[in-house]
């Protein structure tokens, strides 16, 4: 035996004996895993359709709303994965959100409102845009509740771009939904309250209070909503709520609900008029139906009123040219959702146990025919419920929302009371299954199930309560979406997944190969105007410029170096730091913080981004990269040198 027969041999003694102790182990089989478990074939069958083994993506990704977090979660299906949180109306660090001028351009000015910095958002319900009906995966829209206003991110690289505050609300919950081609984005107004702001006593909540639906027109060459080519209409001052656009022969039409139109606002202190008994007093309420193509030609015959420079169409022009019209709904209504074929609109009522379901052409032969059953205090037609009902469907206690199956007429909806969700045919207006979920479901999302064209195959309940469903981490619970698989008739129960950010309404569903984001910028990008950055470098043009009190880094950063290294300011100083990555790699991502200053910059490959701060405490400020980005990350470091007053390097003995 030669010398590396017998190594080879050696070799082999050593993998057999490393193979012969492993198996005396006992390398599990899935029964064992199962007994060792508490797993039963239901459970491995559930555990075998969500598990994706390394390097396999998911076939859909979720946009869900991140409630009180005024942020977007991002996360895959079946996986169930979290992959991303956008920073939307609150800063993310991470991503430098809020941090870097270029995105505080926009989070701050979307966040001030009468001198006040609003630091919280109560994101609802987030919207894709489609072409033709269907999701392009061009842009994403998310509305906040509490300060109405309307963001917009683009799908190219997952950022907030836009901010646009309502002009008129004060309260809002109707929005994001889009025209089935994404030329308006509609936001309705939720809690009444004098349009445009001020103050007007409750006395007169009936005559001054207001409610109102915008329709924020977007130019999606820019992917920016255009204010000035936006207008709202004034509704009676019940509660709006949910909204929906029409599609195919809806088309042009949109529907807003609304709940206590009993316009209650509280008890009788300080003389306030005892108004009628509370909300959901009354057996129905009232389903806006507006056509808003008219609408658009209203505002753009100039046929409006000026509120705080928004071109508001009033109820009176409203009634008078026939563009809104109500239809009773049954008590408290929540969701409105429109069939992926635009003929049919499912309305739920949280104290009724059915659905309803509306036919379009029934409202449309009512309209035409003249045909209402009287008017609301403001001089609204009332279209007879009965007229225009398709179907009432008895699905379970508290339904709210409605999605879409790729099925024709197959329809989800979340049994809010009940705790389950409901699988119906709402052609035939019959149950399929029902699901327990845990616990208080809102909303619910099948996959691209607000579609022309439903995807089919999944629906995740949202729930609002998790209660024992996962470890306890105190007092405040994580909520819970479920994953179903929803491919038969019959549905199971796959997946839990806790979403610890804040408490998420709606969600979105699509399909993972509809989005194509970028992996870098081209060269030196402002990724928030999507411009060339007019204080990007190349590499070895990096400077500094001072002026009186002013100093500004033209500076890189590239594997593994912070150009410049040293950066020599004084005590006062106005400082501003622009810094590109040189990187052109795939997640080659560095980061830039400044000890004790609020400096967090994400610099993608080809971003550059901006910090400005004032030097106001003379000191030695470390600097350095913030993402673990090669073995010489830790060497990606320099110094801000804040000098005294006064200092001269020929005082130093
Ligand atoms: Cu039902 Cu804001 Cu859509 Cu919450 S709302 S659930
Ligand atoms: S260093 S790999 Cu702080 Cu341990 Cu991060
Ligand atoms: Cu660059 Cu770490």
Known sequence: MNRSMKLASLLATVSFGVLTASQAMGAESLQDV???????????????????PTGKRDEFLVFSSGGQSGQVIVYGIPSMRILKYIGVFTPEPWQGYGYDDESKKILDEGSNIDGRQ????????????????????????????NFPRLAVIDLKDFETKQIVKNPIMMSEHGGAFVSPNTDYIIEASQYAAPLGGGFVPLEQFNEKYRGAVTYWKFNREKGRIEPENSFSLELPPYSQDLSDFGKGPSDGWSFTNSFCSERYVGGIESGRPPFEAGCSAKDTDFLHVVNWKKGEELFKAGKTKQINGHAVIEMATAIKEGMLFLIPEPKSPHGVDVTPDGKLLTVSGKLDSHVTVYSFEKIQAAIKAGKFSGKDEYGVPIIDMKDVIHKQVELGLGPLHTQYDAKPCVAYTSLYVDSMLAKWDFCEGKVIDKISIHYNIGHLMAMEGDTAHPAGKYVVALNKLAIDRFNPVGPLHPQNHQLIDASNDKMQLLYDMPLPLGEPHYAVAIAADKLKPHVRYPHGTDSRTEEKHPASVRAGKERIERTPGKVEVFGSVIRSHITPEIMEVTEGDEVTVHLTNLERAEDETHGFAISKHNVNLSLEPGKTASASFKANKAGVYPYYCTEFCSALHLEMQGYLIVQPAGYKATDVK
Do not use: C, W
């Open 34 to 52: 199962m007994k060792r478990r508490g797993l039963n074939e239901k459970d491995v069958l559930a555990a075998a359709k969500t598990y994706t």
């Open 118 to 145: 609003v630091k919280f958002g109560d994101t609802h319900h987030p919207a894709l845009s489609e072409t033709n009906g269907d999701y392009d995966g061009q842009y994403l829209f998310i509305n906040d509740k």
